[in-house]
Each structure stands twice: as structure tokens, then as C-alpha cells.
């Protein structure tokens, strides 16, 4: 009876979003009628108050429902919060102390959102953001996402972003993917060598409960970073300065013991 006085449709429109949140490449609105056992005209006019007011969008041919803008808005207005401050100075401090760009990466909707970014160009200068999607196989954020989330939310997104049509040009098998990310794993980050002359960092946030927060990811010119030791610099101030979050209600998982590697 704990349940009983719940609003049903509002328990739909919910489950609604969250079945769209999981698809890969939206749904349709039979899957919809079907995954909440109710009439086609129910789940239609669900989803049309849901596209009306911005929480999905829908698209033509063939019909389909994708995450609206709406629920970015929510999602910004959620992450301003006192974390916000903390991910900002941690992206400024990396920034500066090693005059590349940096990223606090977060998963939303089925993408991973560079939230928070200092680019090289604009030293000292915060971009937020709700919207900005990182590509799929090349970023270091995005990547150390891929390393570090459960095996379900992994699935997930290499069934939106599948591997032939956009990781195989940039690794050219899934074995090699995989190998490199089962020992981002083993050391409890991402260090590449990626394309441009890039060299790459990425490094887990996770809550204290254990679950996968945001990704902190850096990228330098590879000419800065020629040697084993200057990269192996990198990799500890990147850990270290996440690691330094735990006091602030977040833990980096083996930063220290991947600093020690490094």
C-alpha cells in the first residue's frame, strides 16, 4: 500500500522517460505502449504532453522519441548546485597548472556532456554546459566513462554509438578497444596517446557509495608531454587533484594507487 496514492500518470510519463533515457536511438510508441501495458491512445497522448513541454522530442519518419531539451534544462538547473564549484576549480586548477584543456565530463541521456570545460585557448575561463556531446571512442573522458561504468550503461551506449560506425577508425578493432580499456581499469585511469598529437588523461569521479559521478579529462600537446616521465607528471596531478575531491563528499576509485604507478 506504500504505493497507493502515487499519481499514475505521472508514474508513466516518468517510466516513459527513463525507457527513452536507456534506447540507444530513441523508441517508438508501440515499445512505449507495450513496456507500460497500456492502449496506444494512452501512451500517444503521454508522450505528446511529454513533447509539448519539452521532455521528449519527436522525430518523422520513421516516429520515434528521443529526450527533449527539457530535461537538459532540468539536468543544468540540477548540477547548480556546491559541486558545480567544486568541478569548476578543478577544472581552472588542471588548466592552469598544465596549460592544456580540461574537462569534467558527465553522462546524461545517453551521451557523456562535457559540463564543465577549460579549453586552451581561453585560459581561466569556465564553459558550462548541458548540451556539449563528447564523440564517442576518442575523448578521454569519454573513454574512462566506457572504462568505469557497469557493464549495463557500457552496453548502452555502444549500442547508440556502435563501434563500426564510429570507433572503428580510431582503433580499428573492438579487440584493441577493449584490451585498452580493461587496463584503464587495472590502473584506475586513461593515458593515450590520441589523435593530432594529443596526449590524453582520464580519470573516474565516483560518490562514496560507489557509483560512477563524472570524468575528469585532459589533453595536451604531445610535443609538451615527449617523454615517459613528463607523462607520468601528468597522470599524478590529474589523480592527485581528484583524489583531493574525496574530502568534499566524492573519491577518485585508485587514484592514489595510480598516481603510485604512474
Known sequence: MAHSNLVQSLERGIKILNLVARSGSGIS????????????????????TLVAHGYLHKTQRPVRFLLGPGVL????????????QQFENLVRGLADELEGT???????????????????????????????????????????????WSPEEAAAYSARYPFQEYGAGVWGTEQR???????????????????????????????????????????????????AAAKARVVRTVTAAVARMSSKGHTARSAVSASRKA
Open 177 to 227: 578497444l577493449k584490451k585498452f580499456l580493461e587496463e584503464a581499469r587495472d590502473r584506475g585511469y586513461v593515458a593515450w596517446d590520441g589523435q593530432n598529437s594529443r596526449f590524453l588523461v582520464g580519470v573516474p569521479i565516483f560518490t562514496k557509495g560507489g557509483a560512477l559521478l563524472a570524468t575528469v579529462g585532459v589533453s595536451l600537446e604531445s610535443t609538451k608531454v615527449s617523454t
Open 29 to 48: 510508441l508501440a515499445e512505449i505502449a507495450d513496456a507500460l501495458e497500456v492502449q496506444r491512445p494512452t501512451a500517444f497522448n503521454l508522450t505528446r
Open 73 to 84: 534544462d532540468v539536468a543544468e538547473t540540477w548540477r547548480n548546485r556546491e559541486v558545480v
Open 102 to 148: 580540461v574537462v569534467v565530463a558527465e553522462p546524461l541521456g545517453g551521451d557523456v556532456i562535457a559540463a564543465h570545460l577549460v579549453e586552451k585557448d581561453r585560459p581561466g575561463v569556465v564553459q558550462h554546459s548541458a548540451s556539449r556531446r563528447l564523440t564517442p571512442y576518442v575523448h578521454a573522458s569519454t573513454l574512462c566513462m566506457m572504462a568505469f
